[in-house]
């Protein structure tokens, strides 16, 4: 039985080699930056001012969007009592016309007249129980303003608004 078999490689499993080549090799993979591109791309500082300008902005928009959902909500519930009010008065007014035909019906001119004359024995007004009364004797007019004459500060009142209008 040989020892060596070329099935397999155990050069893969020498630390010296492996170390020596890990060690060129790594040299070969570093990229050397300048400053400048390091601090490109290094992860930019916060700034106090930016951060709360960023919250307050934010803040402002959830508040924006806040007031407008709720204005959107009070409208809808305004608009729904607004609805029941509508049909409340709608059925009020019906039952009002209703009753008013009904009331109407039931004490019409004729039978008031008839109820009058059979149950109260009351008859119509004759000619000669009819009395006209005046109430206007004409009209008169007094006057107010008295002949005295007027202090200065009348008449400076009178001048400004003779001026003015």
């Not at 006057?143 to 500060?153: D, P, T």
Request: aromatic share 8%.
């Amino acid at each position: 039985m040989a020892l060596h078999n070329e099935a397999y490689d155990f050069s893969m499993f020498e630390p010296k080699r492996r170390e020596r080549e890990a060690s060129q090799t790594s040299k070969k993979n570093i990229i050397v930056l300048p400053e400048k591109e390091l601090q490109k791309n290094s992860r930019p500082k916060l700034h106090p001012f930016k951060m709360l300008s960023r919250f307050f902005c934010l803040a402002l928009i959830l508040g924006a969007l806040g007031t407008l959902v709720y204005g959107q909500v009070r409208l809808t519930e305004l608009t729904e009592e607004i609805n029941v009010a509508s049909q409340t008065l709608a059925e009020g007014q019906s039952l009002h016309t209703q009753l008013q035909m009904k009331t109407n019906a039931q004490l019409s001119l004729d039978d008031v007249e008839e109820y009058a004359r059979n149950t109260l024995g009351m008859r119509p007004a004759e000619q000669g129980q009819v009395e006209y009364i005046v109430l206007s004797e004409g009209d008169a007019g007094e006057v107010l303003i008295s002949g005295q004459e007027e202090n200065v500060f009348s008449a400076i009142w009178h001048w400004l608004e003779d001026l003015l209008s």
